[in-house]
Structure formats: C-alpha cells, structure tokens
C-alpha cells in the first residue's frame, strides 16, 4: 500500500502564536460513527465502505472534513474505544484496503479525513496486556500499564479511591497465572480497557509509531480521545471523595488534566509537521476552564480542541454571549481557532436537548417537545456557524434527527448503561443509523436492518424526503455552508463585534455580515441591519422593521 499526500492546502503555516492560517482554522468538520452511518455490505452494521460510498453526499452537503471515530481491531467492548490493535481494522469494518480506499476518495473530492486515536487506554485483549497478565507480577509489560498490589491485609482492597468513569472503582484485581489473587489495575472506564502508563518509554514509542503509520496512509489528522488524562499524579493519591464524577469539569483531577501531558503533546506536533499537507491534531480535553483547554493549543502542541463548554451551554442569550465571549478570549493569545459544537456521539442530540427544560445536562432521557427542539436546534446552528473558527456537526444533526429516548433496554449496548453508577449510560440514543430513504428495512442504511432500531417517523426525516424542499433542515444545512464558504465574514478570524439587542436577543456584527438570534420564546421586532441571507425559519422584513420569529436565527448582508 503506498503513501499518498493529503487534499492539497488552502492556507499556510505560520508556527508564531496568532499566525496560523492553516485550513482547521475555520473547517467545518463532519462526524462519522462508522457503525450508525451506512453499511455497505447489508449485515447491518455500519462499516467503511458504506462511509466511501456516501462521501459524495458529503461533499454536496458543503463539509471540509471528515472525522471517523474508532473503527480499529476491538472486541467492541465500548464500541471501539478498546483497542487491540491500533494498526489493524476491525473486520466488522472492513480492511485496510477499505480505509486507504476511503482516503484517496475523500481527498479526489477535496474532503479531508481525521482519524480516532484512543492513547489513554488499550482493550485488555492487546497483545501488552494479555502477556502482561500472562507472565503474571514481574512481567516487564506490566510497567506498560498501572499495576499496583492492593491495601488491606489481603490486598483485597483496590489502591486508591479512584471511581471509573463508567461506574464503580477505578481498579479491577488480577488472578496470577497460579490461580492466586493478584495485582490490581487501572481503569479509568470499562475494565476491559487498561490504561497506559505514559511513563514508560515505550508507550510513547508505540504511539509516535501509530501516528506516522496513519500519516503514511494519507489521513489529515487525529482526534484524540482522553487527551486530558494520559498523565496521572505522581504516586496515584487517593482524591478523598466519593461521587467523584460530579467533579470531572470543575477541577484538575489526579487523573485528568495533569500538566505532563502536554510534553507528549509537542512530541507529537514536530511528527504532524513533518509532513505535508498540514496535518493536525484535535483534542478530546475536558477542563474546568476554557483557559486550561487552551493550554492543548498552543502553538506547538495541538491545532483544535473541541469546546465543551460551549456544547453545555444552555439556549440563553446571555449564557451563550458570555461562553462565546470567554471561549474567543482563551483562545487569542495561543493564537488557535476557537471550536463550536452541538451534538456529538457521547451526548443527546441538541434537538432533543433544546425540546427539555434547560439544567437536565448533556444526557437527556426525555423527548421533550420535538418542534420546539428542532427550531431551537436550526437556529443554534446558524448561530455556531456564523462565529468565528471552526465548527463540527454529528452526522444526522443536519437531517434535525432527535435521540431516540424510547429504545428498548434490551438492545441497548452502552457499556455504562449495564453499571448502577457512572456515567449516564443512555449514549446509545443518539448512535442510532441515520435514515436515507423514504423505504426500506432501514430507511437506506443498508439491505440488512440496522443494529440499533430507528424510529418508524424517520421516513420523512431521510435525506431522500429532505433533498430539494426549501424548508428542510437538510437543506438550511446546505445553504448555510455554502454561504459560509462564500462569505470571509463567517468562520474566518477571531473576533465578534456585539451591537445592541433587546433582552434574549444576540446580536453581532463580521466583515460585511450581521447575525441575530432570538432564543426568547416570543417574537421580538428590531430594525433590520441588512438584507437577509438566511433564516432559520420564514421571516419578511417591512419598512425597515423586521419581526424576529421566536427561538430563530437570521443572517444579513450589510
């Protein structure tokens, strides 16, 4: 298989903080969720080649990439973030082949292609970890990893007080190859997925060796997953507390968010620029603070790290203006693109979020109300894509696709779901495959059915339904990332100028363009700034006064 360059590129370098112009820095990027996408070959589940073969779709809907989450070798114990083999596709997938041949066809369409990277843990079926509890205490692979005896008199009990973030502790006991209770090891999710001891040289060996395995085959970049938690403190210290996920996102963890990562992070950057095409990387950080997010992009670390607080924030006009406010603030002085995004697949979508009461968080259990959801979710998306920097959208989001909140518990498979603690294990609604056609035993995801079961009303959600009808959350989509591609004003920069707007109401000014949004839930009347591009929903100015729908979003040419 030989090395081919990535997409050419529309921007230059510049490693000084404040001048990078590089493509990620306004990139609208697509994520894909191989098994929930298209399925090529009718067994269900979605794989790599049913990704290739919707890649026209993709660059019709006006996208600059494309991100894959994990699609490597994985027993699958939490949907591929258990990786046994990070060089490997996982057959349920496709091969090797299947993915060069899905990059060469993106880059022939001017899509570039980002790749899931799971650095943090490895699945307890990789080749280290098996030996490793194979050779039993005194394996030199166990030093790859964090194994520690127990407390207690027995060992019986687990080495410190961490909880994983799936529920129960942090730390699940070996049984030596003598039949003997053993060592314990960290697990900062499922146990089926060790963490890697990042002290060892040889785990940042092995993984400075995967990244230029993927540059070699052509990918763009690399998502990283965990990217805050690679680095634990010294001595691994008890936290002194219990319900310690209530804390994640307030303050820096002896587990997550440790300043040593960012050593590993620069390694990183000098491999990335090795390479043609300006090739990034983009991390998965949850942080207590924007500014400690923005510690990841510095100018020789990462190029992106995604916003959680921005996802988080509720549909208010002055929660949003200060997230928006607070997010460009952090990111000018490293000089990176500040990120927005709705939906993605660890949380509810954004159209079923917005039909439920605001302070439920980012898992929703609730339908809520499906046509307030979908006008807030339409107008929150004109919004996101009218700052500045780059924005992502979770596949199916561009179809106005709520979470399926109904789904039986018996065909549920998120891992957390099955723990009567942990993280809220209801992911799966909303990695439900996403409807095509009007028809079919899977509305178009492919001739077999689909792995999750999708709702009978998705009919009319399908892209076929929603292709050529003007009032389309598909079309909106289309239209408003064509107009972002046409318009310097939209993405490109890092700055808003606020102008004045009545309570509820955002209103802000670009290079020759104006943006407001109405997140009350009644209309407001304000002079019209310019002639309108693009709305959320039907507006009609009259006399120089324009009537702002309720929970609606209005671009203008000025």
């Known amino acids: 298989m030989t090395q081919h360059l990535a997409a050419p590129s529309t921007g230059t370098s510049d490693d000084a903080p404040g001048h990078r112009t590089g493509w990620w820095q306004d990139a609208v990027i ?32 006006g996208v600059d990439a494309v991100w894959l989450s994990p699609f490597y070798a994985s027993p699958q114990a939490d949907a591929g973030y258990d990786v046994s083999d990070y060089r490997a596709i996982d057959p349920m997938f496709g091969t090797l082949l299947d993915a060069d041949g899905l990059i060469r066809d993106a880059h022939d369409l001017g899509l570039r292609i980002i790749v899931d990277l799971v650095p943090n843990h490895s699945s307890d079926q990789h080749e280290w970890f098996k030996r490793a509890l194979a050779e039993g205490p005194g394996s030199a692979l166990r030093e790859r990893y964090h194994f520690r005896p127990g407390k207690g008199a027995d060992g019986e009990l687990p080495p410190n007080d961490w909880e994983s973030i799936f529920g129960g502790p942090a730390w699940t006991r070996t049984t030596d190859p003598d039949g003997t209770p053993g060592d314990w090891y960290l697990h900062l999710f499922a146990p089926e997925q060790p963490d890697f001891n990042w002290e060892h040289p040889a785990v940042a060996d092995e993984f400075r060796s995967i990244l230029r395995f993927w540059l070699d085959m052509g990918v763009d970049g690399f998502r990283v997953d965990v990217a805050h938690g690679l680095v634990k403190a010294e001595g691994l210290p008890d936290l002194g507390t219990h319900d310690q996920l209530k804390l994640l996102g307030n303050d820096v963890m002896p587990f997550f968010d440790q300043d040593g990562v960012h050593e590993i992070y620069r390694s990183w950057r000098t491999i990335l620029d090795e390479y043609p095409g300006e090739r990034i990387a983009v991390a998965e950080a949850w942080t207590p603070t924007v500014e400690r997010t923005a510690n990841y992009v510095r100018h020789d670390e990462m190029h992106q790290a995604f916003n959680f607080q921005y996802l988080s924030t509720a549909w208010d006009a002055a929660e949003l203006r200060k997230v928006i406010d607070v997010s460009l603030d952090a990111m000018r002085p490293v000089g990176a693109p500040t990120t927005w995004v709705l939906s993605n697949h660890d949380v509810t979508r954004h159209a079923t979020r917005f039909a439920n009461p605001p302070g439920l968080g980012t898992q929703i259990r609730t339908a809520g109300d499906r046509e307030l959801g ?26 106005g696709l709520p979470d399926v909140t109904d789904l039986p518990d018996e065909v549920r498979q998120d891992p957390s779901f099955f723990r009567a603690e942990g993280q809220d294990g209801f992911r799966d609604g909303c990695r439900v495959p996403i409807p095509w056609t009007r028809a079919g035993s899977s509305y178009g995801f492919g001739s077999g059915g689909s792995w999750l079961p999708q709702p009978d009303k998705w009919a009319e959600l399908s892209v076929e339904a929603q292709t050529g009808d003007p009032d389309s959350t598909l079309e909106l989509y289309r239209a408003a990332l064509a107009a972002r591609r046409e318009r310097p004003g939209l993405g490109a920069g890092s700055d808003v100028t606020w102008l004045a707007a009545p309570e509820g109401v955002l209103a802000f000014a670009r290079d020759g363009f104006v943006c407001t949004a109405n997140t009350t839930g009644a209309a407001v009347r304000i002079p019209a700034p310019g002639v309108v591009l693009l709305a959320s929903t039907r507006v009609t100015p009259a006399d120089g006064i324009i009537e702002l729908p309720a929970d609606s979003t209005v671009w203008w040419t000025v």
Do not use: H, I, W
């Open 374 to 399: 979908l006008r807030r979710a339409r107008a929150a998306t004109l919004l996101m894509l009218a700052l500045p920097g780059s924005a992502y959208v979770y596949q199916g989001e561009e179809l």
């Open 30 to 61: 697509y994520q894909v969720y191989p098994r929930s996408f298209a399925d090529g070959n009718g067994d269900g589940m979605g794989d790599l080649a049913g990704v290739r073969g919707r890649l026209p779709y993709l660059k019709d809907l």
